[in-house]
Protein backbone atom coordinates (compact mmCIF):
# COMPACT_ATOMS: atom_id res chain seq x y z
CA UNK A 1 0.00 0.00 0.00
CA UNK A 2 2.86 2.20 0.78
CA UNK A 3 4.41 1.63 -2.35
CA UNK A 4 1.06 1.97 -4.35
CA UNK A 5 0.81 6.11 -2.60
CA UNK A 6 4.14 6.85 -3.46
CA UNK A 7 3.44 6.22 -7.19
CA UNK A 8 0.11 8.25 -6.91
CA UNK A 9 1.73 11.18 -5.64
CA UNK A 10 4.44 10.85 -8.45
CA UNK A 11 2.23 10.96 -10.99
CA UNK A 12 0.15 13.83 -9.57
CA UNK A 13 3.43 15.79 -8.85
CA UNK A 14 6.39 15.09 -10.85
CA UNK A 15 5.06 16.59 -14.14
CA UNK A 16 4.34 20.04 -12.32
CA UNK A 17 8.05 19.53 -10.90
CA UNK A 18 10.75 22.06 -12.56
CA UNK A 19 14.08 20.01 -14.16
CA UNK A 20 16.39 20.32 -11.45
CA UNK A 21 17.13 18.31 -8.62
CA UNK A 22 16.72 20.40 -6.10
CA UNK A 23 13.56 19.32 -3.25
CA UNK A 24 13.70 23.36 -2.79
CA UNK A 25 11.50 24.57 -5.19
CA UNK A 26 12.04 28.44 -5.55
CA UNK A 27 10.09 28.81 -8.59
CA UNK A 28 8.96 32.15 -9.90
CA UNK A 29 5.15 32.86 -11.18
CA UNK A 30 3.53 35.16 -12.28
CA UNK A 31 1.08 34.61 -10.10
CA UNK A 32 1.17 36.08 -6.54
CA UNK A 33 3.54 34.13 -4.64
CA UNK A 34 3.93 32.94 -1.13
CA UNK A 35 6.44 30.34 0.84
CA UNK A 36 5.13 27.34 1.20
CA UNK A 37 6.36 24.15 3.28
CA UNK A 38 4.80 20.54 3.35
CA UNK A 39 6.03 18.12 5.54
CA UNK A 40 5.28 14.32 5.42
CA UNK A 41 5.94 10.89 7.74
CA UNK A 42 5.93 8.09 5.40
CA UNK A 43 7.41 4.60 5.80
CA UNK A 44 4.95 3.83 8.28
CA UNK A 45 5.03 0.34 8.21
CA UNK A 46 8.94 0.56 9.33
CA UNK A 47 7.34 3.91 12.35
CA UNK A 48 3.89 2.83 13.35
CA UNK A 49 3.09 -1.44 12.04
CA UNK A 50 6.68 -2.97 12.61
CA UNK A 51 5.11 -4.29 16.12
CA UNK A 52 1.52 -6.28 16.92
CA UNK A 53 1.83 -4.33 20.55
CA UNK A 54 -1.36 -1.93 20.31
CA UNK A 55 0.28 0.49 23.09
CA UNK A 56 2.93 0.99 20.44
CA UNK A 57 1.07 1.28 17.46
CA UNK A 58 -0.89 3.81 19.08
CA UNK A 59 1.88 5.65 20.30
CA UNK A 60 3.59 5.99 16.72
CA UNK A 61 0.38 7.03 14.98
CA UNK A 62 0.32 10.34 17.71
CA UNK A 63 3.80 10.39 17.61
CA UNK A 64 3.64 11.08 13.84
CA UNK A 65 0.42 13.45 14.66
CA UNK A 66 2.64 15.20 16.92
CA UNK A 67 5.46 15.83 14.70
CA UNK A 68 3.20 17.38 11.45
CA UNK A 69 1.80 19.39 13.94
CA UNK A 70 4.74 21.23 14.23
CA UNK A 71 3.40 24.79 14.49
CA UNK A 72 2.62 23.84 17.77
CA UNK A 73 6.43 24.10 18.93
CA UNK A 74 7.47 27.22 20.42
CA UNK A 75 10.19 27.74 18.07
CA UNK A 76 7.84 27.59 14.84
CA UNK A 77 4.94 29.17 16.49
CA UNK A 78 3.96 32.31 14.44
CA UNK A 79 6.53 31.37 11.67
CA UNK A 80 4.58 28.36 10.13
CA UNK A 81 0.88 29.04 9.70
CA UNK A 82 -1.18 26.01 9.23
CA UNK A 83 -3.03 25.31 5.83
CA UNK A 84 -4.00 21.68 6.12
CA UNK A 85 -2.66 19.40 9.03
CA UNK A 86 -3.71 15.76 9.12
CA UNK A 87 -2.47 12.62 10.47
CA UNK A 88 0.88 12.53 9.17
CA UNK A 89 0.89 15.55 6.67
CA UNK A 90 0.98 19.35 7.22
CA UNK A 91 0.75 22.17 4.62
CA UNK A 92 2.29 25.27 5.99
CA UNK A 93 2.49 28.74 4.95
CA UNK A 94 6.27 30.19 5.85
CA UNK A 95 6.21 33.77 7.11
CA UNK A 96 9.44 34.64 5.64
CA UNK A 97 10.54 36.90 3.15
CA UNK A 98 12.93 35.84 0.94
CA UNK A 99 14.59 32.11 -0.57
CA UNK A 100 17.10 32.34 1.81
CA UNK A 101 14.75 32.74 4.83
CA UNK A 102 12.56 29.74 3.29
CA UNK A 103 15.76 27.69 3.07
CA UNK A 104 16.87 28.81 6.26
CA UNK A 105 13.62 27.73 7.65
CA UNK A 106 12.95 24.41 5.85
CA UNK A 107 16.93 23.39 7.19
CA UNK A 108 15.57 24.08 10.77
CA UNK A 109 12.70 21.90 10.60
CA UNK A 110 14.69 19.41 9.72
CA UNK A 111 17.17 19.02 12.00
CA UNK A 112 13.81 19.23 14.76
CA UNK A 113 12.92 16.45 12.84
CA UNK A 114 16.03 14.42 13.91
CA UNK A 115 15.40 14.83 17.86
CA UNK A 116 13.88 12.98 20.29
CA UNK A 117 11.71 10.97 20.06
CA UNK A 118 11.28 10.89 16.37
CA UNK A 119 14.72 10.06 15.36
CA UNK A 120 14.50 6.86 16.76
CA UNK A 121 11.67 5.34 14.50
CA UNK A 122 10.27 7.87 11.78
CA UNK A 123 11.20 9.15 8.83
CA UNK A 124 10.29 12.41 7.49
CA UNK A 125 10.66 14.52 3.86
CA UNK A 126 10.01 18.04 3.92
CA UNK A 127 9.82 20.21 0.70
CA UNK A 128 9.07 24.03 0.38
CA UNK A 129 8.00 26.64 -2.35
CA UNK A 130 7.66 29.74 -3.77
CA UNK A 131 4.38 29.64 -5.41
CA UNK A 132 0.51 30.84 -4.92
CA UNK A 133 -1.05 28.45 -2.83
CA UNK A 134 -2.98 27.06 -6.18
CA UNK A 135 0.36 26.57 -8.01
CA UNK A 136 1.99 24.67 -4.84
CA UNK A 137 0.52 21.70 -4.06
CA UNK A 138 0.64 19.08 -6.31
CA UNK A 139 4.76 20.36 -6.70
CA UNK A 140 4.82 19.72 -2.67
CA UNK A 141 3.90 16.40 -2.98
CA UNK A 142 5.26 15.54 -5.52
CA UNK A 143 8.72 16.45 -4.31
CA UNK A 144 8.14 14.75 -1.20
CA UNK A 145 7.28 11.48 -3.29
CA UNK A 146 11.02 12.18 -4.96
CA UNK A 147 12.89 12.59 -1.48
CA UNK A 148 10.90 8.91 -0.46
CA UNK A 149 11.86 6.99 -2.95
CA UNK A 150 15.67 8.28 -2.10
CA UNK A 151 15.47 7.93 1.65
CA UNK A 152 15.89 4.56 3.74
CA UNK A 153 12.54 2.98 4.86
CA UNK A 154 13.86 2.29 8.01
CA UNK A 155 14.97 4.92 10.55
CA UNK A 156 18.45 4.33 12.42
CA UNK A 157 18.88 5.04 15.64
CA UNK A 158 22.51 6.50 16.28
CA UNK A 159 25.05 3.95 17.09
CA UNK A 160 25.72 2.19 20.49
CA UNK A 161 27.99 -0.26 21.00
CA UNK A 162 26.30 -3.51 21.86
CA UNK A 163 27.73 -5.94 24.62
CA UNK A 164 28.75 -9.47 23.44
CA UNK A 165 25.83 -10.91 24.90
CA UNK A 166 22.55 -8.63 23.63
CA UNK A 167 19.06 -9.47 21.98
CA UNK A 168 16.64 -8.41 19.88
CA UNK A 169 13.29 -6.30 20.72
CA UNK A 170 10.98 -8.61 21.62
CA UNK A 171 8.37 -6.45 20.08
CA UNK A 172 9.94 -5.38 16.61
CA UNK A 173 12.63 -8.07 16.05
CA UNK A 174 14.64 -5.96 14.53
CA UNK A 175 16.22 -3.43 16.49
CA UNK A 176 18.44 -4.23 19.45
CA UNK A 177 17.08 -4.38 23.15
CA UNK A 178 17.55 -1.62 25.62
CA UNK A 179 14.99 -1.29 28.43
CA UNK A 180 12.90 -3.88 30.34
CA UNK A 181 9.24 -3.06 30.15
CA UNK A 182 7.94 -3.16 34.18
CA UNK A 183 5.98 -5.59 34.98
CA UNK A 184 6.56 -7.62 31.58
CA UNK A 185 9.96 -8.55 31.70
CA UNK A 186 9.81 -8.13 27.82
CA UNK A 187 13.35 -6.23 26.71
CA UNK A 188 12.23 -3.81 23.91
CA UNK A 189 14.32 -1.55 21.51
CA UNK A 190 14.43 2.43 22.35
CA UNK A 191 12.01 2.93 19.51
CA UNK A 192 9.75 0.71 21.08
CA UNK A 193 9.70 1.86 24.25
CA UNK A 194 8.95 5.70 23.59
CA UNK A 195 6.32 4.79 21.58
CA UNK A 196 4.85 2.15 24.02
CA UNK A 197 4.83 5.42 26.59
CA UNK A 198 3.20 7.41 24.00
CA UNK A 199 0.27 5.15 23.72
CA UNK A 200 -0.07 5.35 27.00
CA UNK A 201 -0.71 9.10 27.53
CA UNK A 202 -2.52 9.40 24.04
CA UNK A 203 -5.41 7.41 25.06
CA UNK A 204 -6.51 9.89 27.61
CA UNK A 205 -5.68 13.07 25.65
CA UNK A 206 -7.39 11.15 22.76
CA UNK A 207 -10.59 11.59 24.74
CA UNK A 208 -10.27 14.63 26.47
CA UNK A 209 -12.89 16.25 25.03
CA UNK A 210 -15.76 13.47 25.61
CA UNK A 211 -14.81 13.11 29.26
CA UNK A 212 -17.11 16.15 30.38
CA UNK A 213 -15.01 16.44 33.53
CA UNK A 214 -15.11 12.70 34.37
CA UNK A 215 -11.84 10.13 33.98
CA UNK A 216 -12.01 7.30 31.87
CA UNK A 217 -10.30 4.11 31.99
CA UNK A 218 -9.56 1.43 28.85
CA UNK A 219 -8.96 -2.54 29.49
CA UNK A 220 -5.39 -3.08 28.75
CA UNK A 221 -5.28 -5.88 25.86
CA UNK A 222 -7.45 -6.96 23.61
CA UNK A 223 -8.68 -10.25 25.46
CA UNK A 224 -10.14 -8.06 27.69
CA UNK A 225 -11.56 -6.01 25.35
CA UNK A 226 -13.43 -8.98 23.18
CA UNK A 227 -16.56 -10.22 23.75
CA UNK A 228 -16.77 -14.37 23.44
CA UNK A 229 -12.70 -14.19 22.30
CA UNK A 230 -13.83 -11.92 19.29
CA UNK A 231 -12.89 -8.26 18.00
CA UNK A 232 -13.61 -6.31 15.32
CA UNK A 233 -10.51 -4.14 13.34
CA UNK A 234 -12.20 -1.10 11.94
CA UNK A 235 -10.78 0.87 9.37
CA UNK A 236 -12.20 3.80 7.70
CA UNK A 237 -10.69 5.95 5.06
CA UNK A 238 -12.54 9.55 3.70
CA UNK A 239 -13.93 8.89 0.26
CA UNK A 240 -11.80 10.68 -2.26
CA UNK A 241 -10.57 13.21 0.02
CA UNK A 242 -7.83 13.87 -1.94
CA UNK A 243 -10.07 14.65 -5.11
CA UNK A 244 -12.05 16.87 -3.04
CA UNK A 245 -8.57 18.56 -1.98
CA UNK A 246 -7.47 19.13 -5.57
CA UNK A 247 -10.48 21.99 -5.57
CA UNK A 248 -8.61 23.80 -3.04
CA UNK A 249 -7.19 27.09 -4.28
CA UNK A 250 -7.54 29.17 -1.58
CA UNK A 251 -6.14 29.03 2.28
CA UNK A 252 -9.76 29.43 3.48
CA UNK A 253 -10.70 26.31 1.31
CA UNK A 254 -8.16 24.13 3.18
CA UNK A 255 -9.17 25.46 6.58
CA UNK A 256 -12.42 24.83 5.58
CA UNK A 257 -12.13 21.13 4.40
CA UNK A 258 -9.84 20.47 7.56
CA UNK A 259 -12.43 22.13 9.73
CA UNK A 260 -15.47 20.15 8.60
CA UNK A 261 -13.30 16.85 8.82
CA UNK A 262 -11.97 17.24 12.29
CA UNK A 263 -15.84 17.71 13.13
CA UNK A 264 -17.36 15.16 12.05
CA UNK A 265 -14.47 12.75 13.67
CA UNK A 266 -15.22 14.82 16.94
CA UNK A 267 -18.63 13.67 16.92
CA UNK A 268 -18.35 10.21 16.00
CA UNK A 269 -15.47 9.39 18.29
CA UNK A 270 -17.32 11.37 21.14
CA UNK A 271 -20.72 9.39 20.49
CA UNK A 272 -18.57 5.88 20.08
CA UNK A 273 -16.73 6.25 23.40
CA UNK A 274 -19.68 7.06 25.50
CA UNK A 275 -21.42 4.35 24.31
CA UNK A 276 -18.94 1.84 24.17
CA UNK A 277 -19.70 -1.26 26.51
CA UNK A 278 -17.39 -1.72 29.69
CA UNK A 279 -15.42 -4.24 31.50
CA UNK A 280 -16.05 -3.42 35.30
CA UNK A 281 -15.40 0.48 34.94
CA UNK A 282 -12.95 -0.31 32.05
CA UNK A 283 -14.19 0.85 28.01
CA UNK A 284 -13.45 -1.59 25.97
CA UNK A 285 -12.37 0.28 23.01
CA UNK A 286 -9.12 0.27 21.09
CA UNK A 287 -7.73 3.00 18.83
CA UNK A 288 -5.07 2.32 16.57
CA UNK A 289 -4.76 5.59 14.18
CA UNK A 290 -7.31 9.07 14.63
CA UNK A 291 -6.58 11.96 12.79
CA UNK A 292 -6.39 12.77 9.15
CA UNK A 293 -8.59 10.93 6.53
CA UNK A 294 -8.16 7.31 8.21
CA UNK A 295 -9.13 5.79 11.74
CA UNK A 296 -8.91 2.31 13.15
CA UNK A 297 -10.45 1.18 15.72
CA UNK A 298 -10.86 -2.16 17.65
CA UNK A 299 -14.26 -3.20 19.57
CA UNK A 300 -16.02 -6.26 20.86
CA UNK A 301 -17.15 -7.96 17.78
CA UNK A 302 -21.02 -7.56 17.83
CA UNK A 303 -20.37 -3.84 18.73
CA UNK A 304 -18.83 -3.24 15.12
CA UNK A 305 -22.58 -2.30 13.72
CA UNK A 306 -23.50 0.21 16.08
CA UNK A 307 -19.86 1.90 16.00
CA UNK A 308 -20.30 1.87 12.29
CA UNK A 309 -23.73 3.38 12.84
CA UNK A 310 -22.95 5.85 15.07
CA UNK A 311 -19.58 7.11 12.98
CA UNK A 312 -21.62 7.34 9.37
CA UNK A 313 -24.27 9.44 10.95
CA UNK A 314 -22.19 11.85 12.35
CA UNK A 315 -21.15 12.38 8.54
CA UNK A 316 -24.71 13.42 7.98
CA UNK A 317 -24.07 17.28 8.37
CA UNK A 318 -24.47 20.41 6.15
CA UNK A 319 -22.15 19.93 2.81
CA UNK A 320 -18.98 21.83 3.19
CA UNK A 321 -18.21 24.42 -0.19
CA UNK A 322 -14.73 24.15 -1.57
CA UNK A 323 -13.58 26.26 -4.06
CA UNK A 324 -17.06 27.06 -4.83
CA UNK A 325 -18.68 23.43 -4.83
CA UNK A 326 -20.54 21.91 -2.59
CA UNK A 327 -19.32 18.31 -1.33
CA UNK A 328 -20.62 15.92 1.38
CA UNK A 329 -17.96 14.09 3.39
CA UNK A 330 -18.49 10.44 3.38
CA UNK A 331 -16.26 7.74 4.22
CA UNK A 332 -15.75 3.56 3.67
CA UNK A 333 -14.94 1.17 5.70
CA UNK A 334 -13.43 -2.19 6.19
CA UNK A 335 -14.12 -4.77 8.70
CA UNK A 336 -12.47 -8.00 10.06
CA UNK A 337 -14.61 -10.05 12.58
CA UNK A 338 -11.88 -12.17 14.12
CA UNK A 339 -10.10 -13.94 17.41
CA UNK A 340 -8.49 -11.63 20.06
CA UNK A 341 -4.86 -13.30 19.30
CA UNK A 342 -4.51 -13.06 16.14
CA UNK A 343 -1.66 -11.18 14.99
CA UNK A 344 -3.06 -7.08 14.71
CA UNK A 345 -0.92 -6.19 11.83
CA UNK A 346 -2.12 -8.88 9.54
CA UNK A 347 -5.67 -8.20 10.66
CA UNK A 348 -5.29 -3.76 10.13
CA UNK A 349 -3.75 -5.16 6.62
CA UNK A 350 -6.94 -7.02 5.29
CA UNK A 351 -9.29 -4.54 7.07
CA UNK A 352 -7.27 -2.01 5.19
CA UNK A 353 -8.09 -3.79 1.52
CA UNK A 354 -11.55 -4.91 2.97
CA UNK A 355 -11.48 -0.76 2.53
CA UNK A 356 -10.26 -0.38 -0.86
CA UNK A 357 -12.90 -2.65 -1.77
CA UNK A 358 -15.66 -0.70 -0.51
CA UNK A 359 -14.12 2.25 -2.35
CA UNK A 360 -14.49 0.54 -5.84
CA UNK A 361 -17.98 1.54 -7.15
CA UNK A 362 -17.26 5.24 -5.83
CA UNK A 363 -17.46 8.09 -8.67
CA UNK A 364 -14.54 10.25 -9.49
CA UNK A 365 -16.74 13.30 -8.81
CA UNK A 366 -16.84 13.52 -4.99
CA UNK A 367 -18.96 16.66 -6.09
CA UNK A 368 -21.80 14.26 -6.69
CA UNK A 369 -21.56 11.89 -3.46
CA UNK A 370 -24.54 11.57 -1.09
CA UNK A 371 -24.78 9.83 2.21
CA UNK A 372 -25.00 6.04 0.51
CA UNK A 373 -21.76 6.56 -0.56
CA UNK A 374 -20.93 5.71 3.57
CA UNK A 375 -20.08 2.28 2.43
CA UNK A 376 -17.87 -0.75 4.36
CA UNK A 377 -16.96 -4.39 3.33
CA UNK A 378 -16.71 -7.12 5.95
CA UNK A 379 -14.99 -10.08 6.14
CA UNK A 380 -15.60 -12.89 8.77
CA UNK A 381 -12.23 -14.58 10.06
CA UNK A 382 -13.83 -16.06 13.00
CA UNK A 383 -12.65 -19.50 11.76
CA UNK A 384 -9.94 -19.40 10.31
CA UNK A 385 -6.65 -17.73 11.06
CA UNK A 386 -5.00 -16.23 8.26
CA UNK A 387 -6.16 -16.13 4.46
CA UNK A 388 -2.43 -16.99 2.05
CA UNK A 389 -3.39 -14.18 -1.20
CA UNK A 390 -5.40 -10.90 -1.67
CA UNK A 391 -8.27 -10.34 0.34
CA UNK A 392 -10.34 -9.65 -2.71
CA UNK A 393 -9.54 -12.79 -4.47
CA UNK A 394 -9.98 -14.72 -1.17
CA UNK A 395 -13.39 -13.53 -0.73
CA UNK A 396 -14.06 -15.07 -4.53
CA UNK A 397 -13.02 -18.19 -3.58
CA UNK A 398 -14.24 -18.82 -0.26
CA UNK A 399 -17.76 -17.52 -0.70
CA UNK A 400 -18.24 -18.66 -4.42
CA UNK A 401 -20.87 -17.88 -6.49
CA UNK A 402 -21.18 -15.09 -4.20
CA UNK A 403 -19.61 -11.74 -5.22
CA UNK A 404 -17.47 -9.37 -3.54
CA UNK A 405 -20.11 -6.92 -3.38
CA UNK A 406 -22.62 -9.37 -2.00
CA UNK A 407 -20.64 -8.53 1.20
CA UNK A 408 -20.68 -4.97 0.83
CA UNK A 409 -23.07 -2.53 2.11
CA UNK A 410 -23.75 1.49 2.33
CA UNK A 411 -24.71 3.56 4.95
CA UNK A 412 -28.61 3.47 4.71
CA UNK A 413 -28.64 -0.68 4.86
CA UNK A 414 -26.33 -1.34 8.23
CA UNK A 415 -29.81 -0.98 10.16
CA UNK A 416 -32.07 -2.62 8.35
CA UNK A 417 -29.95 -5.74 7.22
CA UNK A 418 -29.14 -5.80 11.06
CA UNK A 419 -32.31 -5.88 12.11
CA UNK A 420 -33.43 -8.74 9.70
CA UNK A 421 -30.47 -10.88 10.57
CA UNK A 422 -32.11 -10.51 14.09
CA UNK A 423 -35.04 -12.05 13.23
CA UNK A 424 -33.44 -14.82 10.85
CA UNK A 425 -31.39 -16.23 13.61
CA UNK A 426 -34.19 -15.94 15.85
CA UNK A 427 -36.86 -18.11 13.86
CA UNK A 428 -35.08 -19.91 10.98
CA UNK A 429 -33.17 -23.51 11.85
CA UNK A 430 -29.36 -22.62 11.60
CA UNK A 431 -28.50 -26.43 10.75
CA UNK A 432 -30.53 -25.49 7.37
CA UNK A 433 -28.63 -22.31 6.49
CA UNK A 434 -25.47 -24.52 5.95
CA UNK A 435 -27.71 -27.07 4.11
CA UNK A 436 -29.05 -24.19 1.59
CA UNK A 437 -25.22 -22.82 1.04
CA UNK A 438 -23.63 -26.07 0.57
CA UNK A 439 -26.37 -26.93 -2.58
CA UNK A 440 -25.88 -23.10 -3.55
CA UNK A 441 -22.02 -23.74 -3.77
CA UNK A 442 -22.93 -26.71 -5.50
CA UNK A 443 -24.65 -24.74 -7.91
CA UNK A 444 -28.20 -27.01 -7.23
CA UNK A 445 -31.60 -25.44 -6.74
CA UNK A 446 -32.51 -24.25 -2.91
CA UNK A 447 -36.45 -23.36 -2.99
CA UNK A 448 -37.47 -26.95 -1.93
CA UNK A 449 -35.20 -26.59 1.18
CA UNK A 450 -36.16 -23.30 1.99
CA UNK A 451 -39.72 -24.44 1.82
CA UNK A 452 -39.33 -27.36 4.16
CA UNK A 453 -37.31 -25.33 6.80
CA UNK A 454 -40.03 -22.32 6.28
CA UNK A 455 -42.52 -25.31 7.83
CA UNK A 456 -40.49 -25.66 10.78
CA UNK A 457 -41.30 -22.45 11.91
CA UNK A 458 -43.94 -21.59 14.13
CA UNK A 459 -46.81 -20.52 12.43
CA UNK A 460 -47.51 -17.11 14.14
CA UNK A 461 -43.94 -15.67 13.20
CA UNK A 462 -43.51 -17.60 9.16
CA UNK A 463 -45.23 -14.48 7.95
CA UNK A 464 -42.77 -12.21 8.90
CA UNK A 465 -39.46 -14.21 8.56
CA UNK A 466 -40.87 -15.01 4.70
CA UNK A 467 -40.37 -11.05 4.02
CA UNK A 468 -37.54 -10.80 6.35
CA UNK A 469 -35.46 -13.39 4.24
CA UNK A 470 -37.16 -11.85 0.64
CA UNK A 471 -35.59 -8.28 1.49
CA UNK A 472 -32.10 -9.95 2.77
CA UNK A 473 -32.27 -12.22 -1.08
CA UNK A 474 -33.35 -9.55 -3.46
CA UNK A 475 -34.01 -12.27 -5.57
CA UNK A 476 -30.54 -13.24 -5.43
CA UNK A 477 -30.16 -16.63 -3.46
CA UNK A 478 -26.52 -16.45 -3.50
CA UNK A 479 -26.95 -13.99 -0.34
CA UNK A 480 -27.76 -16.91 1.71
CA UNK A 481 -24.37 -17.20 1.84
CA UNK A 482 -23.97 -13.82 3.71
CA UNK A 483 -27.18 -15.44 5.80
CA UNK A 484 -24.84 -17.83 7.10
CA UNK A 485 -21.81 -15.90 7.27
CA UNK A 486 -23.51 -13.25 9.69
CA UNK A 487 -24.99 -15.77 11.92
CA UNK A 488 -22.97 -15.55 14.41
CA UNK A 489 -22.02 -12.05 14.20
CA UNK A 490 -25.00 -9.76 15.28
CA UNK A 491 -26.09 -9.73 18.90
CA UNK A 492 -29.69 -10.38 20.59
CA UNK A 493 -30.79 -6.90 20.39
CA UNK A 494 -31.68 -3.96 17.48
CA UNK A 495 -28.97 -1.45 16.94
Not at 207 to 230: H, I, K, P, T
Not at 413 to 425: G, K, P
Not at 427 to 449: C, H, M, T, W
Request: proline share 4%; charged share 25%.
Amino acid sequence: MESYKIHRQLSRGLNCLPSCESVNLAVMSNSPHEWYLRIEAVNLDHSVYDTNDISTIRGGSSLLLDAVRINDKPEFRDILIPVSVGASTGLYEMNVSSDDEMRALETKVREYLKREPYNHFATFVVATIKRSLAEAGEQLVGACALQQYRLPTFAFSAYEPLPKEHEECEYGGVRPAKHTLPGKKKKVSHAVYVRREEGKRLRKDLYQSCLDGNYWQFVDDLEELAQNDSIAVIHLDGNRFGAIRDHCKQKGDYQQLDKSIQKIQKEAICNIARNSPKAGEKHRLETLLWGGDEIELVVPAPQAWTTLKRFFEATAIKPCEIGGKQFILTWSAGVVFCRHNLPILQVRGYAEQLCSIAKQRLSDAPERFIASDNRFSYLNMSSFEMISREVEPFIKSYHQPASVEEFTFSMQEIEQLYADMVTITRSFPKNKVYDIVELIQRGEAVDALVERALKMVNSSSRAALESVIKRVLSENDKRWLLIGDLWNLVGGETL
